[in-house]
């Protein structure tokens, strides 16, 4: 019976004698043979979502646990006309995707002065944010491209480039836009994703003045 049931919630409410209501309990004792079902919002997930396995998210449409267009815009996957992720369209699109982050973001707080090799990556700290060294001091950077982004104990949200994004550009349509924004935080060097974190909608972020640090 469970198996009837996964498919996509608009399509669950049109089905015979189903009753849609806004509450997070049943709003009336169950019979024997009712199901109740509650939609809830998707996890946040972990990690850079350009960096999920394309046949995992083209298995993740097909299940309908994925649109179309979040797919697109928001894993960096193209479909083929069978439903399989086209790995070589993905990967230009991922790329021409993490170009634009950077484009579009605004600069880090603090001004860094990177050493122009990779680091040599140690251990992971946060997420793909790694331990490392460069120049002969710990640093923390990038386990995908290795960029040096700050000092070991900096905070390196101050350090990396960020851009604003509101919810209803993630397809959150039902978050108030004047409520409630998310900041993303790039790594300098290849645009992968690091973190997101949410600010008051039309905060003026701090600029500074900062020192200048070097890595």
Same mark, same amino acid.
């Given at each position: 019976?469970?198996?009837?049931?996964?498919?996509?919630?608009?399509?669950?409410?049109?089905?015979?004698?189903?009753?849609?209501?806004?509450?997070?309990?049943?709003?009336?004792?169950? &019979?024997?043979?009712?199901?109740?079902?509650?939609?809830?919002?998707?996890?946040?997930?972990?990690?850079?979502?350009?960096?999920?396995?394309?046949?995992?998210? &083209?298995?993740?449409?097909?299940?309908?646990?994925?649109?179309?267009?979040?797919?697109?815009?928001?894993?960096?996957?193209?479909?083929?006309?069978?439903? =399989?992720?086209?790995?070589?369209?993905?990967?230009?699109?991922?790329?021409?995707?993490?170009?634009?982050?950077?484009?579009?973001? =605004?600069?880090?707080?603090?001004?860094? =002065?990177?050493?122009?090799?990779?680091?040599?990556?140690?251990?992971?700290?946060?997420?793909?944010?790694?331990?490392?060294?460069?120049?002969?001091?710990?640093?923390?950077?990038?386990?995908?491209?290795?960029?040096?982004?700050?000092?070991?104990?900096?905070?390196?949200?101050?350090?990396?480039?960020?851009?604003? *994004?509101?919810? &209803?550009?993630?397809?959150?349509?039902?978050?108030?836009?004047?409520?409630?924004?998310?900041?993303?935080?790039?790594?300098?060097?290849?645009?992968?994703?690091?973190?997101?974190?949410? =600010?008051?909608?039309?905060?003026?972020?701090?600029?500074?003045?900062?020192?200048?640090? *070097?890595?």
């Amino acid at each position: 019976e469970y198996a009837k049931l996964l498919c996509p919630v608009d399509e669950l409410m049109k089905r015979d004698a189903a009753i849609a209501e806004k509450a997070l309990i049943p709003p009336r004792p169950l &019979a024997p043979g009712d199901v109740y079902c509650t939609a809830w919002c998707g996890g946040g997930g972990f990690g850079d979502a350009l960096a999920r396995d394309p046949q995992r998210v &083209a298995k993740d449409v097909q299940a309908h646990l994925v649109s179309k267009e979040r797919c697109s815009d928001t894993y960096g996957v193209v479909l083929r006309a069978d439903g =399989e992720a086209d790995a070589g369209a993905s990967a230009a699109l991922r790329s021409e995707m993490r170009r634009t982050r950077l484009a579009q973001a =605004e600069p880090a707080r603090i001004k860094a =002065e990177r050493p122009s090799s990779p680091a040599r990556l140690i251990r992971p700290l946060y997420g793909v944010v790694s331990v490392g060294q460069a120049d002969g001091k710990p640093v923390l950077a990038c386990g995908d491209c290795g960029a040096a982004i700050c000092p070991e104990h900096a905070d390196f949200h101050d350090h990396v480039p960020s851009r604003v *994004r509101t919810p &209803a550009s993630l397809g959150h349509t039902a978050v108030r836009a004047d409520w409630q924004a998310y900041r993303e935080y790039f790594c300098p060097g290849c645009g992968l994703l690091f973190d997101v974190s949410f =600010e008051e909608a039309g905060k003026v972020r701090q600029t500074g003045p900062f020192p200048p640090v *070097r890595c």
